[in-house]
């Protein structure tokens, strides 16, 4: 089946650029999730859809990042007037149930941001 | 912060196991661990996870020691396709009923023939 799709893979912006990706997650799958991966390094936790409701939006970096998943289903991250320090892959995960400790997360490949 | 330590790399030849170890002496009684790793521009991709027991799957196997301080991954005949960052995580879920995973740097696993 479908795994979870993310587009543009690439984007490329000027600084002060407003960009938006988008995440297609599993079909059905409650749990979404958003990970910014810079360079050489792991993948941080950005942001939490249960549904169409973020219920954790704690590693956001500031506030020109907004996440929507309106409908519980597709999901955009947004980054207004990006800079330098964006540059970065987005991942998007999505998992089945909610209120499971053992839920496995199934990710995408990943947008990669470059911020010129 | 991460709450485990591993290697930064290692190497393994194709064929023989690959016994990737990894610190958690802080870790909870209701946290789990889990194995998940990336391969080069992909998103990462889940493995294996336990709590106390031992556990295997067709991908690989998982040893928790018993003060579970600490566990083991092996990959039982590794191949070239498992050249990858295997990330070594515990977590458990929160309040509002979800599993946050935190990830460290991981451990570069290269496969040579």
């Known amino acids: 089946g479908a795994g979870v799709s993310q587009s543009p893979r690439y984007k490329v912006a000027k600084r002060g650029q407003d960009v938006a990706l988008r995440c297609d997650p599993i079909?059905?799958?409650?749990?979404l999730f958003w990970y910014q991966q810079a360079l050489g390094q792991g993948p941080e936790f950005l942001t939490y859809?249960?549904?169409?409701?973020?219920?954790?939006k704690s590693g956001l970096p500031s506030d020109r990042f907004f996440a929507e998943r309106p409908e519980g289903s597709v999901s955009t991250l947004k980054i207004q007037r990006t800079q330098q320090e964006d540059s970065a892959v987005y991942l998007c995960?999505?998992?089945?149930?909610?209120?499971?400790?053992?839920?496995?997360?199934?990710f995408g490949p990943g947008t990669r941001l470059t911020v010129l | 912060d991460a709450k485990t330590t591993q290697p930064t790399s290692m190497d393994c030849a194709e064929g023989r196991a690959a016994n990737l170890p990894c610190n958690h002496s802080?870790?909870?009684?209701?946290?789990?661990v889990y194995w998940y790793r990336q391969i080069h521009s992909q998103g990462p991709q889940y493995i294996i996870h336990?709590?106390?027991n031992n556990e295997t799957n067709e991908m690989a196997s998982l040893i928790i020691t018993e003060d579970r301080k600490s566990s083991t991954l092996i990959l039982p005949h590794a191949t070239l396709r498992d050249t990858a960052v295997y990330y070594c995580?515990?977590?458990?879920?929160?309040?509002?009923?979800?599993?946050?995973?935190?990830f460290g740097a991981g451990t570069r696993l290269a496969v040579h023939p």
């Open positions: 995960a999505s998992s089945p149930l909610a209120r499971s400790s053992t839920d496995t997360q199934y």
């Open positions: 079909s059905g799958h409650v749990s």
């Open positions: 859809f249960q549904n169409e409701a973020q219920l954790d």
């Open positions: 802080t870790i909870s009684g209701n946290e789990y």
């Open positions: 336990g709590l106390k």
């Open positions: 995580i515990v977590s458990s879920m929160f309040s509002g009923g979800y599993n946050k995973l935190i």
